[in-house]
């Protein structure tokens, strides 16, 4: 189970995410990139969670390892997204 500072800052991160794709798709119409990093921000709360439920150690460090890679790719697309506004500004 999360505890409540990992959900107030996935919740956060991914409301955050949400809102910088909005910007995006509405001053460069970029759909694709906005997309996915959608899709990769909003899923890390439930796939946290559904690792917590892991049928053995290392079952549990997979999925950990998963997410976080995921969490990373989220990291570098919001990147290059923000620097892709910046480039259009």
């Known amino acids: 189970m999360l505890n409540s500072t990992s959900k107030k800052r996935t919740f956060q ?3 955050e995410t949400l809102l910088l ?3 995006i798709r509405e ?3 970029e759909f694709i990139l906005t997309k996915q990093l959608i899709r990769s921000a909003t899923s890390v709360r439930a796939n946290i ?3 917590r439920n892991a049928q053995s150690k290392k079952d549990f460090i997979h999925k950990e390892s998963v997410e976080l890679m995921r969490i990373l790719s ?3 697309l919001k990147s290059k997204a923000n620097l892709n506004m910046k ?3």
């Open 13 to 15: 991160a991914a409301l």
């Open 49 to 51: 969670r559904e690792s």
């Open 87 to 89: 480039k259009g500004a």
């Open 74 to 76: 989220s990291i570098l």
């Open 21 to 23: 794709c909005k910007k």
């Open 27 to 29: 001053s460069d119409r």
